[in-house]
């Protein structure tokens, strides 16, 4: 896809979702192209359903319009366009009935795990973010301060702040035009990606203090059971940063968090230092990602889950 008004030309409704639980990658790249479609498409009809985005992302223009699928009930509007970004259908929740309903459907992602969902694909697993992706496909001249702002906290959330290896020259360029737009990005980096509340710190505070070295000390492993996510009173969002905190422990190629989701059910989030495929070990779990940041949800005792991942990466540390 070079162009994406190509496929969206003569559509009257369009339908934009991402994945459950959307970071900043999701949001941003939604919203980017959510505000753009409104400006190129004034006439037609554009939607964006996603779960409630955390608050830090209330700087996005119009990020209240956003729309929560899960009350559509039975009430599933064929759209013209349904464009699914930053995930494939299985993650989209309560908007996947909206895309099973599209007329045409449309799928952007970078997750080398993501085979296409769509009738129209567009996956490029070497790039930094779904949101670089909508940066690319939309016409330039139509760009405006709002939407820049969306890309650039969906570019900066999924590299790292340009810090990750998915970082490349093009991501670099697209940042440096969006900045043109003279928005506060210190600011917006600062108050999205890096500030945390003081209970998150102290979550995170006490995942690190509980973690635990594991296979020679290359991998390392820490749990936040239900128990004390309601000691807490936090939630999964609150969580973002434990596991690449977790991974900046010198010697550890391969760093997993694990939470409680429902009881004996737990979500896996890993990283890796490139040594070992992550989505590799998340596919075989059902889930996926990309090869230093992957994700999957596992059920079974908290030592159940640790034991068959283990098992997984010691068969590629084997392999080496
Ligand atoms: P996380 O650890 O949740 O930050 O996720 C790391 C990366 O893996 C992100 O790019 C996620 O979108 C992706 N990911 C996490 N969980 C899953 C899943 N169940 N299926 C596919 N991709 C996932
Ligand atoms: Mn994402
Ligand atoms: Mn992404």
Redesign the pocket.
Known sequence: MKNIMEELKNAGSVAISG?IRP?GDCIGSCMGLYLYLKKVLPKAEIDVYLEKPSDIFQCIKDVEQIKDASVLGEDIKAYDVFVAL??SKD?LGAAQPLFEAAKKTINIDH?I?NLGCGKVNHIVPDASSTSELIYDLIDKAELDEEIAKALYIGIIHDTGVFQYSNTSPSTLMAAAELIRFGFDFPKLIEETFYEKSYIQNQVLGRALLESILFMNKTCIVSTIDKKVMDFYGVTSSDFDGI?NQLRYTKGVECAIFLYENEFQSYKV??RSGGKIDVAKV?QYFG????VR?????INGTQHDVINNLSLQIEKQMENK
């Open positions: 994945h970071d930053d995930c993650r997750h795990s596991v989030s890993m998340a889930g996926g990602g990309h940041a992957a994700g999957c949800t």
